[in-house]
């Protein structure tokens, strides 16, 4: 489940590679991250659509769920805790993967909307996993709508900047995001970084073969 269209190419290809058993479906609403980056939070209409398509892919016969939206990450959690059908949210294989690789961590992000939930995710993982990590976040507040504009070249030179900056405090730094990986895929990088797609996919595909093994 997507509301970013560039990106269901992207996940198809990695849950194809991952799960070559499972066939592949997708639901696009790019209105949902439209609405909450509008009113600044996800709001209970956006919860209430986000249910709708989990209950429109269960119908359709779906044996898991994946919401590929780190934005709505919280919202994520809260409808899997009541969702008989496994539902994942994408970020929390890179949150598991920063806080055990790392000790100072920064958070870069695009939209304030995903910095706040990936970075509550990040403590509640550390803590969870009993790291004392200390994040540091950082918003490039013009990116994003450089990217929606159809400017990606200024989009990546922004992040790239704001990663370089970022990344002379941390050890590690995580972009909040997975439109913001395609702007560090070239060139030397002071310090190692994570993006969500393959470490989301990699856990839940490794989740989602030992459900089966355990069921068989």
Excluded at 109 to 126: D, I, W
């Amino acid at each position: 489940m997507h509301t970013v269209g560039s990106l269901e190419p992207v996940f198809a290809l990695l849950a194809a590679e991952r799960l070559p058993n499972w066939h592949i479906a997708s639901i696009l609403d790019e209105s949902l991250l439209s609405s909450v980056i509008a009113n600044g939070h996800v709001a209970e209409d956006v919860s209430d659509r986000l249910a709708s398509h989990v209950n429109t892919a269960r119908a359709n016969g779906s044996s898991a769920i994946i919401v590929t939206c780190s934005t709505l990450g919280e919202a994520v959690d809260a409808l899997a805790a009541k969702s008989a059908t496994p539902l994942f949210r994408i970020d929390r294989g890179m949150a598991e993967r920063a806080v055990s690789q790392a000790s100072t961590i920064g958070i870069l992000a695009t939209l304030p909307t995903t910095l706040e939930p990936t970075t509550r995710l990040l403590e509640s993982t550390a803590k969870r996993m009993g790291r004392p990590c200390k994040f540091v976040s950082q918003l490039v507040n013009e990116a994003f709508a450089q990217l929606k504009s159809g400017n990606p070249e200024t989009h990546d030179l922004l992040v790239q900047e704001a990663y370089a900056a970022l990344s002379a405090e941390v050890e590690l730094v995580v972009l909040a995001q997975a439109s913001m990986a395609r702007a560090l895929q070239a060139g030397q990088h002071d310090r190692p970084y994570l993006t969500s797609p393959e470490l989301g996919m990699d856990q839940i595909a490794s989740l989602l073969r030992l459900s089966r093994m355990s069921a068989d």
